[in-house]
């Protein structure tokens, strides 16, 4: 086996860790003992629809904490990567990131919760720029979209892995157990890393037939030193950030809402309860991982066929949104099983359009700016993602979740089109 592909083994680990940590509190959401202890109720209060309702307002607000320091941390994220290394930043962002985790399970009120998430968010915002930048070290271009695909299929791993274990662990073991184990599971995360990262030219595992062909679109010329924010001059960088701003909230609003949408919609025929979360989100994310890889493949396989980088990535990118469109239909259906299978299909499309979307940076970059480049557009995407996320509890507590779905079902194609107007051809920068 090439070494590469084991470097992508431990960044698929890292992001499975990364959304195990996240994507506790969407189950959590769900459980009437942690909705009690949060609104100050007693554990024998009856939850009325008003109190419901109040609840799901504050959990957006807890929600867009989150992402603000997301956001934020994006940026730093990005910009500290280049600084210090790949290792030694996604080091800092997973210790930041399993403490806050650790600290969820000892909270009191809203305000204690977003403080914490907003600490989560800081720690989480190192993933990405972390493992895109060790894409473009690790892989050529022709791989990158297939690489990132693996690694993102991290994503659906880590909420698979959460919607089996944490609905039986909440139940047995309460809600704040659920948070403390997981915590801890990130600095596992943090012993694996330190152990087994290196950059291939560091590395004593690595063949030199490998090393070449790893470094077979470097070209042997001194690039213009420019500084952090003259980066984000370049249309390359915004294209990236584009993409990320229409799909991002879309993904958060998957990520923090469909357990309770599943839970409480009345328009489905039948609701799911926490015990029975497992089956379904299992489906969804398996399908999930499964486009995540196949469209990074696909892309490849156009590029192999002899399409240039524009018109294969593009091309891949329009298949993921026209993907996403039908997602409208499950906010109206009454049947749980086209619901559940219109959004696999919807968050498969996305997964696809997501391993594109990051193969941008490690392509039209130099590797010494793409994880400041990913942070960038991290940065975007989560901005758009907090303007969603702070309404959403308000907007599906007093419309449902129809408004939501339209929003998705639009917005990919949205993003293609604005991204193409901008940038009718992808072509690297000239440093």
Known sequence: MNHRWRIIALLFFATTVNYIDRQVMSFVMTDDNFKREMLGLPSSALLTPNLIAKFKEQMGLVDAAF???????????????????????????IIVWSIAGILTGFVRSFFHLRLVRSLLGIGESTNFPSAIKTTSEWFPKKERAFASGVLNAGSNVGVIITAITMPYIILHYGWRTAFIATGFLGFILLITWLINYKKPQQSKKISAQELAYITQDNQNITLQKISFFKLFRYKQAWIFAIGKFFADPIWFFFLTWLPTFFNDNKVLSQNLQLSSFGLTFFIIYAVSDAGSIFFGWLAMQFIKKGFSENRARKTTLLICA?????????????????????????TAAHQGWSANMYALPANLFPSQYVASVTGFGGTIGTLSGIILAASTGFIVAKFGYQPMFIIASCSYLTGLLVIHFIMPEFKPVAL
């Open 322 to 346: 026209l993907c996403v469109t039908p997602i409208y239909l499950a906010s109206i259906t009454h049947n749980l099983y086209v619901a559940i299978a219109l959004i696999a299909l919807a």
């Open 67 to 93: 992402k603000i320091l997301y956001a934020i941390g994006f940026l730093v994220a990005g910009w500290l990567i280049d600084k210090l290394g790949t290792k030694k930043g996604f080091s800092i962002g």
